[in-house]
């Protein structure tokens, strides 16, 4: 789904008003002050053909399984043939967005050679063929430098590994940047001054200076070339990662300052190529800033976030594409460092404040950081699988909050950003796996298979707080275990999924307003007490099939009358939907009046 400028509307008081908690009697939604600005609106991506022949296969172009996550990260791939099987699968299940996993800027030290080392110190196996004139690509630099002023040097080498390679616009002074062939492999010499990251302009390397040094081990062949190429035929926008900032060596999880600066230059010149060759490509939907923060009332002063204003700031002058970042919540009470939703909201303004266009928080069930539960669900035990996490305990006792009291404080934070004119997307990035498993799912790490169930529970968590549904991630989450996830996806697709309910009167009429996916042909059933009513919604009410501009795809609305006076006051009551086919919610909203 591509993501431009979405007006404005009643969409967002909407999503503000819907809370867990059903308000009596509430009014239409208001329309939004006149004073803020568009937001995103959305093009839905056509694929160019119903079908693809290749020397890959014959693959089908067509959405056969549309479920309410429509985007995925994905991991580098050597197979070419692989992308396109990934891109074929995740667009049956109606995804439309993929994100790329990115490689890191790294600052390294070289033997007496010239020759990369490891950071154990080794040398470097994919950095030790780059030679020119029978010197280190390093030593060659040098040398080329000092011929302009025999002062000059490199004062410090980082490098940058990807599968990516570069055209003309990564280089800014030809007569010293370059590209380097060593047999199949493709390095890329970018020399910068330092000097604060200027990245002077003017070329003119005879007045002496320290330079860095960037050395690129790239590939022949364009990875993101063809993933456009194969975004545009299967109707998927693709998000490239930008480079990950070194990170502090003493505090590994905060990017570190001593090398901003080349990270700087190494943005902008990869930008200027992207800019060059791809700026009118539709399925360049933005770019991925891989840099993981936790969102904590603390992190204004973090300077991760020096990075994301500075990248923001490059990628408007240079692509004017969005930046999207995925931060990841925890809401353990046990640990000094667990956030309450308050708190993490206050982290949404702050990462909003850098310019970034889309913040994907994960909802850290895979990682068993957060909890999914509701209000009344408080004093019960936790899902078994979040036991190696938190214990044997109660969700109450575990978690400051669900993560749907997290995503509906973020779409408060959200709202007032919007108001102030600041134009940011919450996308909700739900986590398809589990802390850990028999058999785990990556050849690294103890994660494990999930199953629809939960998924589709974390899909009704998210609620109509966010304005897309993604999810980390494609390769090894989705297609592992038997059956896979994406197997369990395609044989259950059509299940209704209830994401909000709220009392809404329609005319002089009482009423409840359900949102969520399948919903067509459907019955809504609320159930307190003893009670249970059963309301077709085509016979009694009245069914919106078109997502308002504020709300995921294939986000449907239903309305049913119903006398909320016959509930009685603070009673619970849970609201799903059922279908003729027999399919119904698993996961059933809990709502109630207060009193």
């Not at 995925?72 to 996993?101: A, M």
């Not at 982290?347 to 950081?369: C, E, H, N, Y």
């Not at 539960?373 to 575990?398: H, I, K, M, S």
């Not at 697709?493 to 009167?505: E, F, G, L, T, Y």
Request: charged share 25%; glycine share 8%.
């Amino acid at each position: 789904m591509r993501w431009l400028l979405v007006l404005l509307g009643a969409a967002i008081l909407a999503a503000v008003a819907a809370v867990i908690v059903v308000l009596p009697k509430s009014d239409p939604p208001k329309k939004a002050s006149q004073q803020v600005k568009a937001t995103p609106t959305r093009v839905e991506p056509t694929p160019k053909v119903s079908e693809i022949t290749d020397q890959c296969g014959t693959f089908e172009t067509k959405e056969k399984a549309p479920y309410a996550v429509t985007g995925y990260w994905i991991t580098p791939k050597s197979n070419r043939c692989t992308w396109r099987h990934q891109l074929e699968d995740i667009h049956n299940l109606g995804g439309d967005t993929v994100i790329r996993i990115g490689y890191g800027l790294q600052f390294r030290t070289t033997d007496d050679e010239g020759r990369v080392l490891t950071k154990d110190g080794q040398l470097d196996p994919l950095y030790k063929d780059c030679e020119e004139d029978g010197l280190s690509c390093r030593d060659a630099a040098e040398r080329d430098l000092r011929e302009a002023n025999p002062k000059n040097r490199v004062s410090r080498l980082y490098a940058y590994r990807t599968d990516e390679s570069f055209g003309p616009g990564l280089f800014r002074c030809s007569q010293m940047e370059r590209k380097i062939t060593v047999g199949k492999r493709v390095y890329f010499r970018v020399l910068t001054p330092m000097d604060g990251g200027s990245d002077d302009s003017t070329c003119d390397f005879t007045k002496a200076k320290p330079y860095d040094m960037i050395l690129i081990a790239g590939s022949d062949t364009d990875s993101l070339t063809q993933l456009l190429d194969l975004g545009e035929q299967f109707g998927v926008q693709v998000f490239p990662a930008l480079p990950l900032a070194p990170r502090d060596p003493k505090t590994p999880t905060r990017a570190n300052n001593k090398h901003i600066d080349t990270l700087r230059t190494l943005t902008r010149r990869i930008l200027q190529d992207y800019g060059a060759r791809f700026a009118d490509r539709a399925s360049l939907g933005g770019v991925y800033q891989p840099f993981e923060v936790q969102m904590a009332d603390t992190l204004a002063g973090n300077p991760t976030l020096e990075v994301y204003a500075e990248q923001h700031q490059i990628v408007e002058q240079e692509l004017h594409k969005p930046i999207l970042i995925s931060p990841y919540l925890d809401a353990r009470k046990r640990v000094p460092f667990g956030q309450t939703p308050k708190q993490v909201a206050a982290a949404f303004v702050a990462l909003a404040k850098t310019g970034v266009g889309i913040i994907a928080p994960q909802d850290s069930r895979g990682t068993g950081k957060v909890g999914l539960f509701w209000p009344d669900q408080r004093d019960t035990e936790v899902d078994a699988r979040l036991r190696p996490v938190v214990g044997e305990t109660t969700y109450g006792t575990a978690y400051h909050g669900s993560t749907r009291d997290y995503y509906r404080e973020m779409s408060l934070a959200r709202d007032q950003m919007l108001q102030a004119g600041l134009d940011v997307q919450l996308w909700a990035n739900v986590e398809a796996f589990e802390p850990s498993g028999d058999r785990p799912c990556a050849a690294q790490g103890t994660r494990g298979k999930t199953d629809k169930q939960r998924l589709d529970q974390a899909v009704t968590m998210a609620g109509r707080y966010v304005q897309k549904i993604v999810s980390y991630m494609w390769s090894d989450f989705m297609t592992c275990g038997s059956p896979s996830l994406e197997t369990e996806i395609t044989q259950d697709w059509q299940r209704p999924i209830a994401v909000d309910a709220i009392r809404r009167s329609r005319d002089i009429q009482d009423g409840l307003e359900v949102r969520g996916y399948h919903l067509k042909d459907g019955t809504i059933t609320l159930q307190y007490g003893d009670e249970l009513k059963e309301l077709v919604v085509s016979a009694v009410g009245w069914l919106d099939e078109d997502p308002l501009e504020d709300l995921p795809e294939g986000m449907q609305t239903a309305w049913v009358p119903f006398d909320w006076a016959q509930v009685p006051p603070d009673e619970w009551v849970k609201v799903g939907v059922k279908l003729p086919s027999g399919k119904a919610t698993t996961e059933p909203l809990h709502v109630r009046i207060a009193a």
